[in-house]
């Protein structure tokens, strides 16, 4: 049924893009998603749906520079020209907007619209509280106490506590256009149709599941990102092959994600492969609830000794680099942990003797997993091998599949929560671009759900002690220290089964010209145009 629906909204959008007959100028992508990624401003789908639906139609207050390919990408100001911190109070926090711009609908982005859509998300008695938006954009915004306008052009926004990581969180929230939300009745589910950003695209049409189509906002305040394309056009093909079949076919220009056993073929028929290096892990985030196994120290690390990451790599077609820690080998928070991931099946079958279990009496668990999505790489085949890895020593595990979304709402629940199907663990890749994402949110004490996404119920005060440390200190140099000794911890505690990172492969037409792979999970397709 899967697969017919698949070719069925694949030869239904082949059939569109046949009658409208798409100009030069279109960009027709192929995502990982099986839908179309929420159109109303905080979206779904992940890191991919920010990527698709998030950063084109909407900007944030601070926007992540994605111009090179070289370094690692840092924050710059979006909507807000300038941010700072009360010297005298660090909860304090003032953000100075850009003057002149402009929503779609025309209407003037000001501060009275930034404390709108902080309500959307946080103030659950306002008119324009959005559950939907709120599951997809509470979270990221832990440090936010209090909020209020200044002026025409600023903010206050007061955080629970001195928190140096706020910036980073603000850079997740999207700002939508109140007064389009006012004209459309105040109905979220009319907006979706029709949104208002002040992004450099507009969504023009789209239909769930099938298409989205974007237009460049010509009236963009950063006249160096109006985009050059004339349309922008996004198809949810969550099955490897079929996104390559499209690619091939000339159905769509680029994809995500190719399949690793078709790289070579696809470059062979002139198709182009980008990647780069970027910050994203692949894992298993681990349960710690009261009877987890891995409550164990002996077991996280037995496991982390029996995975052939070399192996994998291979079965990955070179796609990846082998997880050394939680981070990648020589990042700047890698610091310097004593436990070594290394493939030991000697050592890791000894310490599951030491905990009871052997490949004759093994340990038996389930673990959550998701047969694609954003940034999930290529699950099925690398799930069934980390699978075939752990069995060797003694850890059998049987995988609960869930499409993506319902993934990321189990993640968001908690791993002692119903939907969560008594499995012991899940495989969840991660955003690990800023210290709050990349380390706080997962195993901070007071984050679990449903007050943030510490899925595994974690908690330790020595960790609490070190977030709590990354908050409080304001000096990047000191900062970075702090978040060394974070990752050493991480990583002598086998806090997860820390397998790979992504290089983010992506095969496009050799007509595509003008893309710069950022080193981050969102990307710019304003500089993008397209051959004849």
């Known amino acids: 049924m899967v697969r017919s629906a698949l070719a069925w909204s694949l030869a239904a959008g082949v059939a569109l893009f046949a009658q409208q007959g798409f100009a030069q100028g279109t960009l027709r992508i ?11 401003g905080q979206t779904d789908q992940g890191g991919e749906g920010m990527r698709f639906m998030g950063y084109t139609v909407y900007d944030a207050l601070i926007n992540w520079d994605l111009s090179s390919a070289d370094k690692p990408s840092d924050l710059k100001p979006g909507l807000a020209t300038a941010w700072a911190v009360d010297a005298a109070d660090k909860t304090k926090w003032v953000f100075t907007l850009r003057e002149g711009v402009k929503f779609h609908d025309g209407s003037e982005f000001t501060a009275e619209a930034v404390v709108w859509n902080l309500d959307k998300l946080l103030k659950n008695d306002s008119p324009q509280f959005d559950q939907r938006q709120a599951a997809q954009g509470r979270s990221r915004i832990p440090a936010v106490a209090t909020y209020k306008v200044l002026d025409k052009y600023k903010v206050e926004i007061t955080t629970k506590s001195p ?7 603000i850079a997740w929230v999207m700002m939508s256009s109140p007064t389009q939300w006012e004209k459309l009745g105040k109905s979220w589910e009319a907006f979706a149709k029709t949104p208002s950003g002040t992004g450099p695209w507009q969504l023009t049409a789209f239909q769930p599941r099938e298409r989205a189509e974007l237009a460049p906002f010509k009236d963009y305040w950063d006249k160096a990102r109006v985009p050059k394309l004339d349309k922008l056009v996004l198809l949810p093909l969550p099955e490897p092959n079929a996104r390559a079949a499209a690619l091939r076919s000339g159905q769509v220009d680029w994809i995500e994600a190719p399949s690793p056993d078709l790289l070579a073929s696809l470059k062979g ?5 980008v990647t780069n290096a970027y910050p994203h892990n692949w894992t298993w985030h681990l349960s710690r609830i009261e009877g987890s196994p891995w409550n164990d120290i002996r077991v996280r690390k037995a496991a982390n000794l029996a995975i052939d990451r070399e192996g994998l790599k291979e079965l990955l077609g070179g796609m990846m680099i082998p997880a050394e820690g939680f981070y990648p080998p020589g990042h700047q928070w890698f610091g310097n942990p004593k436990f070594k991931l290394k493939l030991d099946q000697a050592e ?8 009871g279990f052997s490949p004759e009496k093994p340990l038996q668990t389930k673990i959550l997993i998701s047969p694609s999505g954003s940034g999930q790489m290529q699950p099925l085949p690398m799930n069934e091998f980390v699978q075939q890895n752990l069995a ?3 850890i059998k595990v049987d995988f609960e599949v869930v499409e ?4 990321i709402n189990i993640w968001r629940a908690g791993a002692n929560h119903d939907s969560s199907r008594k499995g012991t663990g899940m495989n969840y890749t991660y955003f690990i671009q800023d210290p709050f994402t990349g380390f706080i949110r997962h195993l901070q004490c007071d984050l679990k759900p449903p007050a943030g996404t510490n899925w595994g119920l974690y908690c330790d005060p020595e960790m609490d002690k070190l ?3 990354i ?4 000096d990047p140099a000191e900062q970075t220290k702090i978040l060394q000794k974070t990752h050493e911890k991480y990583v002598d505690d086998a806090l997860f089964l820390m397998v790979t990172h992504d290089v983010n492969p992506r095969a496009m037409s050799p007509k595509v010209k003008g893309f710069v792979q950022a080193q981050n999970w969102f990307q710019d397709f304003s500089p993008i145009t397209m051959d004849k």
């Open 30 to 40: 192929g995502m990982t998603a099986s839908d179309i990624p929420l159109t109303t």
């Open 404 to 407: 993506w979304n319902t993934l």
């Open 163 to 169: 928190d140096a990581t706020l910036p980073y969180q």
């Open 392 to 394: 060797e020593v003694g």
């Open 348 to 355: 890791a079958k000894k310490l599951l003797a030491e905990a």
């Open 467 to 469: 977030f709590d440390q």
């Open 471 to 474: 908050r409080t200190t304001f």
């Open 269 to 273: 028929a002139g198709f182009k492969i």
